[in-house]
């Protein structure tokens, strides 16, 4: 039901048009199709999870730090992990450096760096910065960022919204890319093989893998 009144909104916002509106909601109706495992935590990092409301938000992946810390919101204890809430203002969080965060996002600017995303954002705006690990849902926000995938399964979809993804040197991966409402571009040392899709490419032997999605919108891919 948020998925329908945020793109009720959309049309009333002037965002979407009524006939792409009713696209979107059929998709949304057949529900989201089954993907590889995606990757799993690293083990020792404890879990952190994250709520941000009409907030902005940096997270910042620190190497040597144990434990999460905060500026702005609130840091609890939530079983063997964390929880972090945000809302209406503005929070700083500096996590262990390639910890995994789960990210659950509501109108909210979020700036992520050195860590891997898991989680959904609606109506928000995210940027990255060498994430190292993607497993993400973003509906009516956009997505731009840097990543660096070694290994793993990874996935990323977007309904109504552009994403602008950037591999670092270092990267190895397949990339699988659905563009269903939109247009694809990608940049860079790609080596293109056929398959089914609006994209497919490797770089180096492809050891991690990329699984993007997008219903409706742009996906633009630089190595």
Known sequence: MEDKRRILEMVREGVLSPEEALELLAVLEEGPRPEAPAASPAPGHPQIRILATGANLEVRGLGGLAEPEAEGGALLREGEGYVYRVAFGEGALRV???AWVVLEAKGSNVELSRVALKGRALGANLE??????LDLEVVGGNLEASLLLREGGHRLSVRAGNAELRFLPGSDLLLEAHVRLGQVEAEGPWRRVAGPGSFRGFLGEGRAQLTARVV?????LEA
């Open 96 to 98: 262990p450096e390639g």
């Open 128 to 133: 990255g910065e060498a994430l190292v690990g």
């Open 216 to 220: 409706m919108g742009n996906l633009e």
